[in-house]
């Protein structure tokens, strides 16, 4: 039988003038069968107090086995890989038959790329063996955001001088910089769901009431990151061929502002700025506007420049869209610490 969870309501009571106590519920203390002289211990986070019995250790490692059924593909083995991993399993093995071989270690190599942390540690005919070697307390969620706002900005700036120098050479360099993008956004959805399931990690973060804010923002930049890598593919795509010097001025333009949104988003959030957040929603009018304009002269565009050069006005669009979003995240933030 459940039993039922009662909250109980104690007076703080002030002994030789500095102590403070707070008696035990008796019930509760029988339950623990705690004695007079026995050591409790005290977990503070910021409005609540854990209290217990025994002095916290480190857990231990968890494993998930997850096994690889007949003609499963890989993309849906990797999609499970990064649950446990988000989840927060130190040790994920993969099992799987004779048939199935090729799949898992390539699923597994797969893996490892796409997280940070994540290493093959042992490999037999039936069994892959993935460790998570990544402390999460090490980055903490801000510092994985600040490091994600400056890639997908580069990321950015870098396919639109790409596309005004003709080059397609740099725009090849801006792909592999999303993978970066994706691990970061990983990491912090582990995190989050470690906070979730123990609030503990709240007080190592600093971050109470916080860190589902930086969630949200964190799948915010990371597709911010994919279209500034759609941009840098549409430049490729257009091999190098020379556009109106008119036409690209515009672009800059229309990018600078994109980019002038996410900046003052971004800044909002980090500094709890209401005010720097509403001046990045009002801006969004004036670039879709701008975009719109662009969009209306792409589409005369010869059929082999159509397609990728209204690509990139739709990801400009949307990158300004994303860092909206941001914005009123920051705002909700902000909102939310005022309680």
Known sequence: ???RVVMEARKVQITGGSTYTVSLPKHWAKSMNLKQGDMIFFEPLENALILRTEQREKK????????IEKGERREHVVRKLIGAYVTGYQFIELRFGSSEAATARRAAREFSR????????????GRVLIQDLANPMELSPDKCLRRMYMTVRSMAEDSIVALKAADPTRAEDVPPRDQDVDRLYWMVAK?????VTDPSYMVTYSLRGKLHHFRTVA??????GDHAEKIALAVIQLEGEDQDDTFLAKVDGAVHLALGILEKAFTAL??????????ALDAWETLYLTVEELTQEVSGAPGPRL???ATIMDSISR???YASDIAEVAINNVISQEE
């Open 191 to 195: 995190q989050y769901h470690l906070a």
């Open 60 to 67: 231990e490692p968890r494993t998930k086995v997850l096994h």
């Open 319 to 321: 990158i300004g869209g």
């Open 270 to 279: 980090m500094a709890e700025n209401m005010d720097m957040a509403n001046e």
């Open 114 to 125: 796409m997280v940070i942390g994540a290493e093959v540690v042992e490999e037999t005919g």
């Open 219 to 224: 799948k915010l930049l990371e597709r911010v």
């Open 307 to 309: 397609l990728p050069l």
């Open 1 to 3: 039988m459940e039993t």
